[in-house]
């Protein structure tokens, strides 16, 4: 259907952008599969975090399913980049992909890879990672909003390879009087910085990559 969509529309796509995110639904019942898991919104309320995949170019749902309030797993990471790949019109050749820190596992590169997608995935905090973050070169950042840049090979624990992160490193401030808006959680801290962190296999130059982050 949507390969007859696009050509009653004209649209020939051959390169698309793949954004895939979680979603929190919040619940007030006691329905199966309900989880106390990561909801700014309602703390502590039980949720359920739908996988969704879209296609930035078009603004189109390109698929979904229901999960429960729990993190996926790798395997469903990857069941569900699977079933994405399947609903792609055959006319696509390129694919590029995004993805929270949510789906920063070894088996969501591995499956891009298989694919020959080129991906970018917002990384989730370690102990390790952090290490690597205190020890790499850093440069100016004069592209972007932050006040340092830097990239580094780093194999995560069970990956099997070193992948290329990059990463942008903001100084702290004194916190407002007021309390503001809940910080993404993708940006995480050490005792002087927060840090934004991506691992990716994509050549681009680190402000390249982050703003086409922001942009999706």
């Known amino acids: 259907m949507r390969e007859r969509v696009w050509e009653a529309a ?4 051959q390169s698309v952008t793949l954004d ?14 309900a989880r106390k898991s990561y909801n700014p919104q309602h ?3 039980k949720s359920y975090q739908p996988i969704l995949t879209f296609l930035a170019e078009t603004r189109e749902y ?3 399913e229901l999960h429960n309030g729990d993190r996926p797993s790798g395997a469903q990471i990857a069941r569900h980049l699977e079933r994405a790949s399947a609903a792609l019109p055959k006319g696509v050749e390129r694919v590029y992909a995004r993805a929270d820190s949510g789906f920063y596992c070894c088996e969501a590169v591995e499956a891009y890879e298989r694919r020959g997608w080129q991906f970018i995935i ?3 905090k370690t102990a390790r990672l952090v290490e690597e ?6 440069k ?4 972007t909003d932050a006040d340092g840049q830097c990239e580094f090979r780093y194999e ?25 808006e809940p910080e993404q959680y993708q940006l995480f801290e050490t005792t002087d910085y927060r840090y934004r962190v991506f691992v990716t296999n994509l050549r681009q130059a680190v402000d390249l990559l982050v703003w086409s982050t922001i942009s999706g």
């Open 43 to 45: 703390r502590g309320k």
């Open 156 to 180: 995560p624990e069970g990956w099997g390879k070193a992948y290329r992160f990059i990463a942008l490193r903001y100084e702290k401030k004194p916190p407002p009087r007021e309390a503001g």
């Open 20 to 33: 895939t995110d979680t979603s929190v639904h919040t619940l007030f019942g006691q329905q199966m599969g």
């Open 10 to 13: 004209g649209v020939r796509l």
């Open 140 to 143: 100016p950042s004069p592209r």
């Open 62 to 64: 390109l698929m979904g």
């Open 122 to 124: 917002s990384a989730r």
């Open 133 to 138: 973050l205190k020890a790499a070169e850093r």
